[in-house]
Nanobody, 123 residues
Framework: QVQLVESGGGLVQAGGSLRLSCAASARSFSWYTMGWFRQPPGKERDFVAASTRIGGTYYADSVKGRFTISRDNAKKTVFLQMNSLKPEDTAVYYC?????????????????WGQGTQVTVSS
């Protein structure tokens, strides 16, 4: 069973940066599509970014140009570099994995989730 552990969340001022990491225990990590989702207080979980096993990257419109997803298959880790953070980026950020390609923005397609890490952006 794949397990995911996120880290790197915290409190940052608007305009600042954070880098989230998600370490996976998957034996064949490189085969997984890895996604980042976030859930603001009192709201639903939304897609943020995804990295597919064939090298594709996808972003929500709200984070394009500010966030970058990357992965290190040798270290079985996916990263989310978040720059120019805004108060509306405040949320619990979740890492997710699925062994397939397609529908990467749909949270229901992912079958493994991390515990989440809190990101708070102050104004």
């Amino acid at each position: 069973q794949v397990q995911l552990v996120e880290s790197g969340g915290g409190l940052v001022q608007a305009g600042g940066s954070l880098r989230l990491s998600c370490a996976a225990s998957a034996r064949s990590f490189s085969w997984y599509t890895m996604g980042w989702f976030r859930q603001p207080p009192g709201k639903e979980r939304d897609f943020v970014a995804a990295s597919t096993r064939i090298g594709g990257t996808y972003y929500a419109d709200s984070v394009k140009g500010r966030f970058t997803i990357s992965r290190d298959n040798a270290k079985k880790t996916v990263f989310l570099q978040m720059n120019s953070l805004k108060p509306e980026d405040t949320a619990v950020y979740y890492c997710a994995a699925v062994n397939m390609i397609g529908g990467v923005t749909d949270s229901s397609r992912y079958d493994v989730w991390g515990q989440g890490t809190q990101v708070t952006v102050s104004s």
